[in-house]
């Protein structure tokens, strides 16, 4: 007998979907370090050692990047990981 999914659960194949909330996140973050280092995408995807075509898309967010992409990227920018995938926190607008 399979278990059955709780209501409002997405499928795995709607949750493995870019851009998603990690996805931006970590693209916001990557642009952020990639202007305060002076990198360009090219510059960034030379250090990681990935092609300049992923790093692209990582970099809009189009990217569903997996674990052990995070820690190669982290680790060639001396970043913790969960600190590049951490909720963009958003600025409340004053009216």
Do not use: C, F
């Not at 090219?42 to 898309?57: D, E, K, V």
């Amino acid at each position: 007998m399979s278990a059955k999914r709780a209501p409002d659960t997405p499928q795995a194949a709607d949750a493995d979907r870019a851009p998603n909330e990690l996805t931006l996140a970590l693209s916001h973050r990557l642009n952020a370090i990639r202007e305060e280092r002076e990198l360009s995408a090219r510059g960034l995807a030379a250090l990681t050692g990935l092609s300049q075509a992923y790093m692209r898309r990582v970099l809009r967010g189009d990217a569903n990047v997996g674990l052990g992409m995070l820690l190669v990227i982290a680790r060639a920018l001396g970043e913790d990981p969960l600190k590049l995938i951490a909720p963009i926190e958003r600025r409340s607008r004053k009216k």
